[in-house]
């Protein structure tokens, strides 16, 4: 199975987003919003994951750009 990509997973994190939104125009319960917002977080975090794999794979075929791939980790690391 051919893994989601980054364009994929933030069209669904949107999509999520804006069902959250509407879901406080409609006055939904907090904890219905919470485990919707959560959701997204983790989502985040899995593409966040992905980003850095996929970007840190082409970065080892470029030795030249080590140091900006621990930079970019660490800035990540710090978040």
Not at 27 to 34: P, T
Not at 52 to 60: D, S, T
């Amino acid at each position: 199975m051919a893994s989601i990509t980054l364009e994929s997973r933030l069209n669904r994190i949107i999509g999520q987003l804006k069902g959250i939104q509407a879901m406080l125009h409609t006055d939904r319960e907090v904890s219905e919003i919470i485990q919707q917002l959560l959701s997204v977080k983790k989502a985040l975090d899995s593409t966040t994951h992905q980003l850095i794999v996929e970007k840190a794979g082409l970065q080892n075929e470029k030795s030249t750009n080590d140091h900006h791939l621990v930079q970019m980790l660490q800035k990540v690391i710090k978040l």
